[in-house]
């Protein structure tokens, strides 16, 4: 993810690299650049004024990356951030955003967000580093000087400091009477986390420039505060922007693009080496062109984005050495997502993985190959990150 995002980055600002809006969305819909990056240096005065240009959020829409193309910054984590929001269903999200409301009042902050985005960003195992780091288990093995000073330079490239690429920020968490006991687990746990975690926050923080994704959601001044629902639709609006792009890129301006093209979406973000296959055997089961609409292709994401939840209904099959037909996998796939699809687009789906024609599909043929599709991203557990709170709050009342 590191060289991705410097290979797509255009930007350099104090020896830290950014992309533009432009160079996220050719990061998540190309292989590689359209283009070789040169990293143009930007002044204060070209940065103030690219953040002067930027909307609030209430402004937003599923535009809002075209519309702002190069006049926009995105620091690396703020990358990861993005990324993760890509593949993750919003459920996930809302448990991340009440976690760290710390006061309960629904809002979050600039500093609250800064936490929540980087612990969102983190893989599992970063989340396991930053727990063995909150009980002082660290590895005290030192690197050599040169090894020091390349991890230096390359910390400033991406987070802008040269310090801990764990750290996050502190905030003052406020005394008030808990509702429940959650309440008091949950605000006692991210407060825990908010100082444990935050040694040299103010350090960090006076280190850091603003960025367009901050100016989005915190205003100008940094002193606006954000909504679920703000997010939520931020969330939204990014996901079908960029189904659009991917969607536009086939269409070539029509209302739909073919089965095949739609396959080989599909089939582009799995580890099948061979798709010559899956396209062929599709091929020769959908003779005739029927197409997938944007609708149709938005409702099929936004159910892999829940491919977790299916894959529990997957197993249940599967343990019972069964497979799956058309109409069972479109009920499983509305009672563990509530995502409805149309019988053309599952008909579809069945004809790309059906390896053995049976009109069955078993959870290798679809599970095992559609869940490394999420990779694309940045694949996070919230589940994870949940188990981690609690378990660090239960020292902390223990201890």
């Not at 533009?20 to 292989?31: E, G, L, W």
């Not at 283009?35 to 599923?62: C, D, F, H, Y």
């Not at 080496?273 to 609708?295: A, H, Q, V």
């Not at 940045?378 to 709050?393: C, P, Q, Y």
Request: hydrophobic fraction near 35%; proline fraction near 2%.
């Amino acid at each position: 993810r590191e060289q991705r995002f410097r290979r797509f980055a255009s930007l350099e600002f104090e020896g830290q690299l950014y992309m533009t809006p432009y160079d996220f969305i050719q990061a998540v819909t190309n292989d590689e650049p359209k283009r070789a990056k040169k990293w143009r240096s930007l002044s204060k005065q070209e940065l103030n004024q690219i953040l002067m240009e930027t909307p609030p959020v209430w402004k937003g829409s599923s535009k809002l990356f075209r519309n702002l193309n190069e006049k926009g910054v995105i620091s690396y984590t703020e990358y990861l951030f993005l990324l993760c929001i890509l593949t993750k269903p919003h459920a996930g999200f809302r448990i991340a955003f009440n976690m760290f409301d710390t006061d309960g009042n629904e809002m979050v902050d600039k500093k609250e967000f800064l936490v929540l985005e980087s612990m969102n960003m983190n893989s599992k195992a970063s989340l396991k580093h930053c727990y063995f780091k909150i009980f002082r288990k660290k590895n005290e093995k030192r690197e050599r000087k040169g090894d020091e000073e390349k991890r230096a330079m390359l910390r400033l490239q991406l987070y802008g400091y040269h310090t801990s690429t764990n750290s996050v920020l502190k905030t003052e968490g406020e005394d008030l009477v808990p509702r429940s006991y959650w309440d008091t687990l949950r605000r006692s746990t991210s407060q825990a986390l908010f100082s444990d975690l935050a040694e040299r926050a103010d350090d960090i923080s006076s280190s850091l420039s603003d960025t367009t994704l901050l100016v989005h959601f915190f205003g100008k001044k940094g002193k606006a505060e954000l909504n679920f629902e703000d997010f939520y639709r931020f969330m939204d609006n990014l996901q079908t922007e960029v189904l659009e792009i991917e969607f536009l890129s086939y269409s070539n301006g029509m209302n739909t693009i073919s089965e095949e093209d739609f396959a080989h979406i599909l089939l582009r973000y799995t580890n099948v080496e061979n798709t010559s296959s899956y396209l062929e055997n599709m091929r020769c089961r959908i003779p005739e062109e029927k197409g997938i609409t944007f609708d149709e292709f938005r409702s099929f994401f936004q159910f892999l984005n829940n491919l977790e939840d299916f894959t529990i209904a997957m197993q249940m099959y599967n343990f019972a050495s069964r497979s799956i037909g058309q109409d069972e996998f479109k009920r499983a796939v509305y009672v563990a997502t509530g995502v409805k699809l149309s019988p053309h687009l599952v008909n579809t789906v069945f004809k790309i993985f059906d390896v053995d024609r049976d009109d069955q599909l078993s959870y290798k043929e679809f599970i095992g190959i559609m869940k490394d599709r999420l990779n694309r991203g940045f694949r996070v557990r919230i589940l994870i990150f949940i188990i981690i709170l609690v378990d660090f709050t239960i020292y902390h009342y223990l201890f």
